[in-house]
């Protein structure tokens, strides 16, 4: 191929290559022709080799040659090679590259050219890759032209003036005054850029915030133009005068009226006539409509307005677009909280969300369905939920099964269509809930004495019919291994009679045990209801110790532990099996999160003498944790942990305890009661109501076991809690799973996970915790470091 080609002949000869390999045969020979011809003094196609060499570098291709080149074009005379040349500086050059500092002269010069095409190809260039140096020497310039009488050139200094206010923030209050006169212009492409100047500004300085909020009414006045004016071809887009520049002004109110009233004021009645008087039927009508709405929550609006914005977000749930859907549910999510009855209304179209075919419009549909149910829609919601569980895609089950966990634990009208519905989820979903699933449901069975008799037939009904969910057998398991007596009288009044024999529980239960879909957990509750069952039955006691003798040599250890032990009170201590294998006690709790009159450290809360005061370590050399931090990141800015002191009494001993302590121990020959103190607690997390405390217990020398805790203290549910650690190469760590995966809103339930490390060399122990999850459908990622852990002997770790 002849070097002189035009452009055009080189792009044919490009694409008619039948491989990449002789695709690059043919760049790589015009590359070498057009670096051939730069070389010549005396070039006169040098902007017909400069665009060829763009199309290259658009391949993908090596055209660093080339930026040389394209600094001698930008200062050529003539405009059709400078016009080359600043493309070329565009494309191939960058802040980064020294090349682009010897364009800054020829940049200042075209500035001041008396040709207005000339004054756009260094507006733009220098708004695409100015760097900050050039940025602070050629923004005096830059505000001249904001000065200018030409619009065309103010539209563009305006979006150069914009980029170096990203640049450089102290260069802001330089472009104040000219951004203010601007407002006064008609053209729309200035308006447009005044106003994404005026929002950069905003942003970026609050002096500016407060200059600016005097201008509030004048943007009212522009965008009740655009609202009742007539047809405009020039800026008609599908019936609406210019969305692009509602959009932008709409934006620009929202952060002048956020937390402030007088601003809120002056836009409320402009807010409402948008809101009425924009067509819903266009994506441009709707676009400006969500803009419009987004700006009414954000600002201190009447309460109609807000009424009239969720409606508006409602009508967006009817729309055929499911873009449209998404973004509506997305935003009543945020506000659902705030304006809960408002949103209330739309609930019927909600609901029917959940049978979406698109799963993003699923996921949305079930968040914001959770977070509407209260007490007095708790059956009706309830219902909904249950049949989209039943039909739910898998990735939202275990979603789906812990929100209506949540939401039958705070608004259950009755205990047992609270139980009734626990079983109905594990019925449907028990092999996606959490793991607290099963003792919680054990709890509330014990508590509700009652029901006992309803609850063991309805469970022993269902394992008959499925033993694939282990939570639903476990909890089945357990209620007849403690209430099998009831199950086998048949005396049941709220369910039909049905007579079941002991060889028919014991059936069952043989079944759970040797199940191949049976986890180790689920065997051992069987194993030990079938225990259980040798003091509630009479019959059948010698099949009882047949079945738990078989299991002494199961290759589980757990199993056969339990095995071994139950085999010992049948042949040792027969006479003390029955007082062993009693029925459980009552499980209670009070205000306090006292269960059976212990105090769960969880639950203890300091409001008034708790002092949060900033942990102080020494320093310690970078090296010796260095690869500590090179575990998860060291890029994003650490959290600094705080220590909690609590009350000295809460540490002291009851009189209660205490007495009652020492008269055990006086059995065993007057030994004086070690008062029991727990363990110390140390904040190391608390943001976006997130509170996340550190306590330790050491084992020996060398082994610790930390407790994580983490609470939510807003109104929402937070959803994909997770907890990484990373600890120096030295140190062994071992994270146990955790008790939850999510945490409910209010501190409903805490999420506790055990970490142990190994320390065998003694090292300074540090740790790293990335702490991740979800919040009103924000994915929020935190790291806080942990240099002091509380707790610790001096002569330990």
């Given at each position: 191929?002849?070097?002189?080609?035009?452009?055009?002949?080189?792009?044919r000869?490009?694409?008619?290559?039948?491989?990449?390999?002789?695709?690059?045969?043919?760049?790589?020979?015009?590359?070498?022709?057009?670096?051939?011809?730069?070389?010549?003094?005396?070039?006169?196609?040098?902007s017909?080799?400069?665009?060829?060499?763009?199309?290259?570098?658009?391949?993908?291709?090596?055209?660093?040659?080339?930026?040389?080149?394209?600094?001698?074009?930008?200062?050529?005379?003539?405009?059709s090679?400078?016009?080359?040349?600043?493309?070329?500086a565009?494309?191939?050059?960058?802040?980064?590259?020294?090349?682009?500092l010897?364009?800054?002269?020829s940049?200042?010069?075209?500035?001041?050219?008396?040709?207005?095409?000339?004054q756009?190809?260094?507006?733009?260039?220098?708004?695409?890759?100015?760097?900050?140096?050039?940025?602070?020497?050629?923004?005096?310039?830059i505000?001249?032209?904001?000065?200018?009488?030409?619009?065309?050139?103010?539209?563009?200094?305006?979006?150069?003036?914009?980029?170096?206010?990203?640049?450089?923030q102290?260069?802001?209050?330089?472009?104040?005054?000219?951004?203010?006169?601007?407002?006064?212009?008609?053209?729309?492409?200035?308006?447009?850029?005044?106003?994404?100047?005026?929002?950069?500004?905003?942003?970026?300085?609050?002096?500016?915030?407060?200059?600016?909020?005097?201008t509030?009414?004048?943007?009212?006045?522009?965008?009740?133009?655009?609202?009742?004016?007539?047809?405009?071809?020039?800026?008609?887009?599908?019936?609406v005068?210019?969305?692009?520049?509602?959009?932008?002004?709409?934006?620009?109110?929202?952060?002048?009226?956020?937390?402030?009233?007088?601003?809120?004021?002056?836009?409320?009645?402009?807010?409402?006539?948008?809101?009425?008087?924009?067509?819903?039927?266009?994506?441009?009508?709707?676009?400006?409509?969500?803009?419009?709405?987004?700006?009414?929550?954000?600002?201190?609006?009447?309460?109609?307005?807000?009424?009239?914005?969720v409606?508006?977000?409602?009508?967006?749930?009817?729309?055929?677009?499911?873009?449209?859907?998404?973004?509506?549910?997305?935003?009543?999510?945020?506000?659902?909280?705030?304006?809960?009855?408002?949103?209330?209304?739309?609930?019927?179209?909600i609901?029917?969300?959940?049978?979406?075919?698109?799963?993003?419009?699923?996921?949305?549909?079930?968040?914001?369905?959770?977070?509407?149910?209260?007490?007095?829609?708790?059956?009706?919601m309830?219902?909904?939920?249950?049949?989209?569980?039943?039909?739910?895609?898998?990735?939202?089950?275990?979603?789906?099964?812990?929100?209506?966990?949540?939401?039958?634990?705070?608004?259950?009208?009755?205990?047992?269509?609270?139980?009734?519905?626990?079983?109905?989820?594990?019925?449907?979903?028990?092999?996606?809930?959490?793991?607290?699933?099963?003792?919680?449901?054990i709890?509330?069975?014990?508590?509700?004495?009652?029901?006992?008799?309803?609850?063991?037939?309805?469970?022993?009904?269902?394992?008959l019919?499925?033993?694939?969910?282990?939570?639903?057998?476990?909890?089945?398991?357990?209620?007849?291994?403690?209430?099998?007596?009831?199950?086998l009288?048949?005396?049941?009044?709220?369910?039909?009679?049905?007579?079941?024999?002991?060889?028919?529980?014991?059936?069952?239960?043989e079944?759970?045990?040797?199940?191949?879909?049976?986890?180790?957990?689920?065997?051992?509750?069987?194993?030990?209801?079938?225990?259980?069952?040798?003091?509630?039955?009479?019959?059948?006691?010698?099949?009882?110790?047949?079945?738990?003798?078989?299991?002494?040599?199961?290759?589980?250890?757990?199993?056969?532990?339990?095995?071994?032990?139950?085999?010992?009170?049948?042949?040792?201590?027969?006479?003390?099996?029955?007082?062993?294998?009693?029925?459980?006690?009552?499980?209670?709790?009070?205000?306090l999160g006292?269960?059976?009159g212990?105090?769960?450290?969880?639950?203890?809360?300091?409001?008034?003498?708790?002092?949060?005061?900033?942990v102080?370590?020494?320093?310690?050399?970078?090296?010796?944790?260095c690869?500590?931090?090179?575990?998860?990141?060291?890029?994003?800015?650490?959290?600094?942990?705080?220590s909690?002191?609590?009350?000295?009494?809460?540490?002291?001993?009851?009189?209660?305890?205490?007495?009652?302590?020492?008269?055990?121990?006086?059995?065993?020959?007057?030994?004086?009661?070690?008062?029991?103190t727990?363990?110390?607690?140390?904040?190391?997390?608390?943001?976006?109501?997130?509170?996340?405390?550190?306590?330790?217990?050491?084992?020996s020398?060398?082994?610790?076991?930390?407790?994580?805790?983490?609470?939510n203290?807003?109104?929402?549910?937070i959803?994909?809690?997770?907890?990484?650690?990373?600890?120096?190469?030295?140190?062994?760590?071992?994270?146990?799973?955790?008790?939850?995966?999510?945490?409910?809103?209010?501190?409903?339930?805490?999420?506790?996970?055990?970490?142990?490390?190994?320390?065998?060399?003694?090292?300074?122990?540090?740790?790293?915790?990335?702490?991740?999850?979800?919040?009103?459908?924000?994915?929020?990622?935190?790291?806080?470091?942990?240099?002091?852990?509380?707790?610790?002997?001096?002569?330990?770790?």
């Amino acid at each position: 191929m002849s070097p002189s080609v035009p452009l055009q002949e080189m792009i044919r000869a490009i694409r008619s290559a039948r491989t990449q390999c002789e695709e690059r045969g043919v760049i790589q020979r015009e590359c070498a022709a057009i670096r051939a011809q730069f070389r010549q003094t005396d070039n006169g196609g040098r902007s017909h080799n400069l665009a060829k060499l763009l199309y290259v570098h658009m391949l993908g291709y090596p055209a660093h040659f080339g930026q040389m080149e394209c600094v001698r074009m930008i200062g050529s005379s003539r405009y059709s090679e400078k016009r080359v040349g600043y493309l070329g500086a565009m494309m191939l050059l960058d802040e980064k590259q020294d090349a682009s500092l010897l364009i800054t002269n020829s940049i200042k010069n075209d500035l001041s050219h008396s040709n207005q095409h000339v004054q756009s190809l260094a507006l733009c260039t220098l708004a695409c890759m100015g760097s900050a140096e050039m940025c602070r020497d050629l923004a005096p310039e830059i505000n001249r032209l904001l000065r200018s009488s030409n619009s065309y050139i103010k539209k563009k200094a305006a979006l150069c003036a914009v980029h170096i206010v990203r640049k450089v923030q102290d260069l802001g209050e330089l472009f104040v005054p000219s951004a203010h006169s601007l407002l006064s212009e008609k053209n729309h492409g200035v308006l447009h850029g005044t106003v994404v100047l005026i929002t950069e500004l905003c942003e970026r300085s609050p002096e500016a915030l407060e200059r600016f909020r005097k201008t509030v009414p004048d943007l009212v006045q522009i965008m009740k133009g655009l609202v009742i004016s007539g047809y405009s071809p020039d800026h008609d887009v599908a019936g609406v005068s210019d969305p692009f520049l509602q959009v932008r002004i709409l934006r620009l109110l929202r952060i002048l009226g956020r937390n402030n009233e007088a601003a809120s004021d002056a836009m409320n009645d402009l807010l409402a006539q948008v809101a009425t008087n924009t067509d819903s039927t266009k994506t441009v009508g709707n676009a400006v409509l969500y803009e419009t709405v987004l700006t009414v929550l954000d600002i201190k609006s009447e309460s109609g307005l807000r009424v009239l914005a969720v409606n508006i977000l409602g009508r967006f749930l009817l729309n055929n677009d499911r873009n449209i859907r998404y973004i509506a549910m997305t935003s009543l999510q945020k506000i659902v909280v705030t304006d809960h009855n408002a949103v209330q209304r739309h609930r019927g179209t909600i609901v029917d969300c959940l049978k979406d075919q698109d799963a993003s419009v699923k996921r949305r549909a079930l968040e914001l369905s959770l977070a509407l149910v209260s007490a007095s829609n708790i059956r009706s919601m309830m219902k909904e939920l249950l049949i989209f569980l039943s039909s739910c895609p898998p990735e939202l089950r275990a979603q789906a099964a812990g929100g209506i966990f949540n939401a039958a634990e705070r608004y259950a009208p009755s205990q047992r269509w609270h139980i009734d519905t626990i079983l109905h989820v594990l019925t449907t979903a028990g092999g996606d809930v959490r793991d607290e699933t099963v003792p919680n449901l054990i709890q509330l069975i014990t508590n509700t004495s009652e029901l006992h008799c309803y609850t063991v037939h309805k469970l022993y009904r269902a394992l008959l019919t499925d033993i694939s969910q282990p939570p639903l057998v476990q909890v089945a398991c357990w209620c007849i291994g403690e209430y099998g007596d009831l199950l086998l009288k048949g005396e049941c009044q709220e369910t039909e009679a049905v007579q079941v024999t002991e060889d028919d529980v014991l059936d069952v239960l043989e079944i759970a045990l040797q199940s191949h879909m049976s986890t180790p957990t689920t065997r051992g509750f069987a194993l030990t209801a079938t225990m259980k069952l040798s003091t509630r039955i009479t019959d059948n006691v010698d099949r009882i110790r047949s079945l738990v003798s078989i299991y002494g040599s199961c290759i589980d250890v757990e199993l056969q532990q339990r095995a071994v032990e139950y085999n010992a009170l049948f042949k040792k201590y027969d006479h003390m099996r029955a007082a062993v294998l009693e029925r459980m006690p009552v499980i209670q709790k009070n205000s306090l999160g006292q269960i059976n009159g212990e105090v769960s450290e969880e639950t203890i809360k300091e409001p008034q003498l708790a002092k949060v005061r900033q942990v102080e370590t020494p320093q310690q050399p970078a090296g010796q944790v260095c690869d500590l931090l090179d575990l998860l990141g060291g890029s994003q800015e650490l959290l600094q942990p705080s220590s909690l002191l609590g009350d000295p009494a809460l540490t002291q001993p009851t009189t209660a305890l205490t007495s009652a302590g020492g008269d055990l121990l006086d059995l065993l020959g007057g030994l004086e009661p070690t008062p029991l103190t727990p363990a110390p607690t140390v904040t190391v997390y608390e943001k976006n109501g997130v509170t996340l405390t550190l306590s330790c217990e050491q084992q020996s020398d060398s082994g610790l076991t930390i407790t994580l805790t983490a609470s939510n203290s807003t109104d929402s549910d937070i959803s994909g809690f997770t907890l990484q650690a990373a600890v120096p190469k030295s140190v062994q760590l071992q994270m146990r799973s955790p008790s939850r995966d999510s945490l409910p809103a209010r501190g409903a339930a805490k999420l506790t996970q055990l970490v142990v490390l190994n320390n065998p060399n003694k090292v300074n122990l540090k740790m790293r915790i990335r702490v991740s999850y979800t919040s009103q459908g924000s994915v929020i990622q935190d790291t806080v470091q942990v240099d002091s852990f509380p707790g610790l002997s001096a002569a330990g770790l």
